[in-house]
């Protein structure tokens, strides 16, 4: 006797319930021991000993720490990735930041990521992959916060690393070839989300290092012999600051720099500033444009103090467009947990997700659910519904899955038959390898 679509999806609904203490438990030991990208082993190793107790095969050490494993369905038909991800973010005064580290899970990805394990052991209690078409890949990704930058570099200095985002780095590295679809919840905190929803898409980025040289001198009895980097980056930041009315609302730009190093002592005029900034937009033409008018900017300061500039731009995040028809099929099932009343649809939102760079080789969907409280990246963000921040997730997932590959996958190959890829996994990798630069100025000459 053959099991109908609505039947498996409460089944496994009601398996990820009777998992409840240990997907809790597994989401709340994350939350307390946040590790920043690349080095998230002990979640990555939780989400291994996870897989392995339900023997589900999987691979490690994918891009540092992916975890990436698989179900089979009963007949051949697409692969449908189910995201989740591992890494925190330096969050200065969270209660629960690692005191070495500062990375907190201000962000939920703790969530996300016991989400996909929970969708995962529910399909396989209840044996659901007999009545699907292809396979589910749950897929614990790394280092989707762009930022802990200066290490980030050290690595791709020796070899270790080529993207600085976890995503971009596992396509380059192939284990995205075999998915044709993907699929991401994020865990929001925002109440105008309301319990879940979706946005029609997200910025993308440029990510920017930049190091001033000037030079040092006694800062009381001859500062007329230095050449202030910090002034001269102060001017950057002061031209960057006039850009603003320059950007196009329908571009939704965002620049937003930082001084890493300021100074070394307050007696000496300083010779070397250091800046780190994003330059986020709507479209690649958008950022580019406006990464131009920041790069105008940073070599004013420096011509205006007679100081050196160098200037790195490195690839950050593509543009997300969420695919509208998996959008759909995220909604149904979604409306199905939270009613048609709490599901929201939104248009663009202005954070940058790697998720965009996924988005351009694959259907692919980031939506949101609720389940915490307090501001995103923030000191006061915590997991405050934690039963629907770990099994809402993972039962949306899991139904969304059923939902696609049931039978022999009609919906997912309804999908895949009407989509043309934005760009080749070759053109994506060039494109953001063309992103790669570092210009020298010299303001002096």
Request: with cysteine; charged share 20%.
């Amino acid at each position: 006797m053959t099991t109908s679509k609505e039947t498996l999806q409460k089944q496994v609904c009601e398996a990820i319930e009777r998992r409840a203490d240990t997907l809790i438990g597994m989401g709340e030991t994350i939350r307390h021991q946040p590790e920043l990208g690349f080095k998230e082993f002990k979640t990555a190793a939780l989400v291994a000993q996870m897989f392995e107790s339900v023997r589900v095969p999987h691979r490690t050490g994918l891009a540092n720490t992916g975890v990436k494993a698989e179900l089979k369905g009963a007949k051949p038909g697409p692969a449908v990735a189910l995201v989740g991800e591992l890494d925190a973010l330096v969050v200065s005064g969270h209660p629960l930041a690692d005191p070495v580290t500062g990375a907190a899970h201000a962000c939920g990805h703790n969530a996300q990521v016991t989400a996909v394990v929970g969708a995962t052991m529910a399909l396989v209690d209840t044996g659901a992959m007999q009545y699907l078409a292809g396979r589910i890949v749950p897929f614990a990704v790394p280092a989707e916060e762009y930022g802990d930058i200066a290490w980030r570099l050290e690595q791709v200095r020796a070899g270790q690393l080529e993207f600085l985002g976890g995503k971009p780095e596992l396509i380059r590295h192939g284990h995205f070839d075999d998915i044709d679809m993907a699929i991401l919840i994020h865990t929001t905190s925002r109440a105008e989300d309301k319990s879940a929803g979706i946005a029609a898409s997200n910025n993308g980025c440029v990510v920017k290092t930049v190091r001033y040289v000037g030079r040092a001198a006694h800062a009381g009895s001859a500062p007329h012999l230095g050449v202030n980097a910090l002034y001269a980056a102060n001017l950057a930041l002061s031209a960057i600051n006039a850009l603003r009315e320059t950007f196009q609302e329908r571009d939704t730009i965002r620049v937003h720099p930082v001084i890493t190093q300021g100074g070394k002592q307050v007696n000496v005029i300083p010779g070397e500033v250091h800046l780190e900034t994003y330059v986020r937009g709507k479209s690649v033409r958008a950022i580019m444009d406006a990464n131009m008018k920041v790069d105008r900017a940073l070599r004013a300061g420096a011509l205006a103090m007679g100081a050196q500039v160098e200037i790195t731009t490195l690839p950050g995040y593509m543009p997300l467009t969420n695919n509208p028809a998996l959008a759909q099929v995220f909604r149904r099932n979604a409306e199905t947990l939270v009613g048609t009343e709490r599901y929201v649809t939104q248009g663009h939102r202005t954070g940058s997700t790697d998720m965009g760079d996924v988005s351009q080789i694959m259907p692919a969907v980031q939506g949101y659910m609720s389940g915490a409280s307090g501001t995103g990246h923030g000191a006061d963000y915590m997991i405050t519904d934690p039963r629907f921040a770990y099994l809402g997730q993972a039962q949306a997932l899991a139904m969304t899955a059923i939902d696609l590959l049931y039978g022999d996958a009609g919906t997912a190959n309804e999908i895949l038959r009407d989509y043309k890829a934005p760009m080749s996994r070759a053109e994506y990798l060039a494109f953001q390898r063309g992103i790669n630069k570092t210009e020298r100025y010299d303001g002096s000459a």
